[in-house]
């Protein structure tokens, strides 16, 4: 059986309830597969912190902050709108193999 598998979440745009409310998704999610998912990080500042190795460790987080997603007014991951261009791609991908 292959072992656990990172997870890494990079946002941009949107309305912060909804950015807020899918990070806690995700989180939660991970959460209840332990066997299945290891680390959860996000990109700071959205996919330019995956091209920077900028992540936060979002699995060491207590419970009661990642509940409090559902209401927080402000960006949990401090995602920013951004989009990617085929010549980011591939740093992109050797960032990811890298988590």
């Known amino acids: 059986?292959?072992?656990r598998k990172n997870v890494v979440?990079?946002?941009s745009g949107g309305p912060t309830p909804v950015i807020n409310n899918s990070l806690r998704?995700?989180?939660?999610?991970c959460r209840s597969y332990p066997i299945e998912f290891g680390t959860i990080y996000a990109?700071?500042?959205g996919i330019e912190g995956i091209l920077k190795e900028?992540?936060?460790?979002?699995?060491?987080?207590p419970e009661r902050e990642i509940e409090?997603?559902?209401?927080?007014?402000?960006?949990g991951s401090i995602?920013?709108?951004d989009t990617s261009s085929r010549s980011r791609t591939k740093r992109i991908s050797t960032a990811l193999s890298r988590c």
Do not use: C, F
């Open 68 to 75: 409090l997603l559902r209401t927080t007014p402000a960006a």
């Open 43 to 45: 990109g700071y500042h």
């Open 25 to 29: 998704g995700i989180i939660e999610a």
């Open 1 to 3: 059986m292959a072992g």
């Open 9 to 11: 979440v990079a946002q």
């Open 79 to 81: 995602g920013r709108a």
């Open 54 to 61: 900028d992540l936060l460790d979002l699995s060491v987080q």
